[in-house]
């Protein structure tokens, strides 16, 4: 199946967290396509259920797609995150050189790739991502506050 536009990639990443917040995670989803609009792998956060830091979304889902792929190289890929990327996965999105982000809604205390910092197009690293924000934003909302209002 192609997932020809933004808002066809962000409702894999929406899928994905949803399976998140089933788990108790953080729900953070995020999935990856090829140049044709192909889905090569989704994932959501499993830090509580790896009781791993740097099992994030993120990075889960560029680890699956480079297994896939058989290269770390996801050279003109698109990553959809339901959420900003933090320091520690817009790090990997560049290291992966992936073409391009889409995310959801931005992340105020830990965005990497906008809202404190913009690791993905700083010009003194040596690869530049394209970034398209605001897909879905309404529906990753939802989700993020169907979890933290049920943690208070």
């Not at 020809?4 to 995020?30: Q, T, Y």
Request: charged fraction near 25%; glycine fraction near 2%.
């Amino acid at each position: 199946m192609k997932y020809k536009s933004d808002i066809d990639k962000m409702r894999i990443a929406l899928d994905e967290a949803k399976k998140a917040l089933n788990l108790d995670e953080v729900p953070i989803g995020a999935a990856i396509f090829d140049k044709d609009h192909n889905l090569i792998a989704s994932a959501h956060n499993m830090r509580e259920v790896d009781q791993n830091p740097v099992s994030h979304a993120e990075i889960i889902v560029i680890q699956k797609a480079s297994k896939i792929l058989e290269t770390w190289r996801l050279e003109d890929t698109t990553i959809a995150v339901t959420v900003e990327p933090d320091a520690m996965c817009a790090g990997a999105i560049v290291n992966a050189r992936i073409k391009t982000l889409l995310y959801g809604v931005p992340n105020l205390k830990a965005g990497a790739a906008y809202s404190l910092y913009n690791i993905p197009q700083d010009p003194r690293l040596n690869h530049f991502v394209e970034i398209r924000e605001n897909i879905l934003p309404h529906e990753s909302e939802v989700i993020l506050s169907s979890f933290f209002e049920s943690k208070r």
